[in-house]
Nanobody, 122 residues
């Protein structure tokens, strides 16, 4: 059974930092693009970041560019999202995703984690 399990969410003050991790099991994603998405209450799921299999190329949503950094460790089956200078509008459930069906920025991936809550207080 393929699983993606996120961790690292929590409550943080504006300006603070959090690091999310996503560990995969049941299947290797070392050859796949991995992504992070988020969904705030009442809003559609939003692309946050993606990374190619080698880590050579990374992509970010406009709202997080310059503040978030995606990375991966294929030997550890882990994808991470370092989030700095967090803002209240970053509050959402964050999802890890593996193997996009189409473009990396579309929320159409074969595999999804259960999500981790990030709450940023003002």
């Amino acid at each position: 059974q393929v699983q993606l399990v996120e961790s690292g969410g929590g409550l943080v003050q504006a300006g603070g930092s959090l690091r999310l991790s996503c560990v995969s099991s049941g299947r290797t994603f070392s050859a796949d693009v991995m992504g992070w998405f988020r969904q705030a209450p009442g809003k559609e799921r939003e692309f946050v970041a993606a990374i190619t299999w080698s880590g050579t190329y990374t992509y970010y949503g406009d709202s997080v560019k310059g503040r978030f950094t995606i990375s991966r460790d294929n030997a550890m089956n882990t994808v991470s999202l370092q989030m700095n200078n967090l803002k209240p509008e970053d509050t959402a459930v964050y999802y890890c995703a593996g193997q996009p069906i189409g473009s990396y920025y579309r929320d159409e991936y074969h595999y999804w984690g259960q999500g981790t809550q990030v709450t940023v207080s003002s």
